[in-house]
């Protein structure tokens, strides 16, 4: 794995996801909501109502509001149930 490739935190990792084509340079621990929303096709609303009920782990740094890398391989890979019915 080069610098940009991130594994899940998971029992018997056997995927991992290259981010470099998205990061560019320098890998990233955390990311916006609108590159979160970009990396996991997602939208900009759905991530933030996510992160208010919970479901999505963020960060407060100063007055900016942030999403651990590591917090969107977790909800993709673990997911979340549909509200619909």
Not at 6 to 16: A, D, G, L, M, Y
Not at 20 to 37: E, I, N, R, Y
Not at 54 to 63: A, K, S
């Amino acid at each position: 794995m080069n610098d940009h490739t991130v594994s899940p935190n998971i029992p018997n990792n056997s995927w991992s996801i290259d981010l470099s084509h998205l990061l560019g340079s320098a890998p990233a621990v955390a990311v916006d909501f609108k590159k979160a929303a970009e990396l996991t096709s997602l939208s900009v609303n759905t991530l933030r109502r996510l992160a208010s009920t919970g479901t999505l782990r963020t960060t407060l740094v100063g007055r900016r509001r942030i999403v651990p890398v590591q917090a969107l391989i977790d909800l993709v890979a673990k997911g979340v149930p549909s509200e619909r019915r």
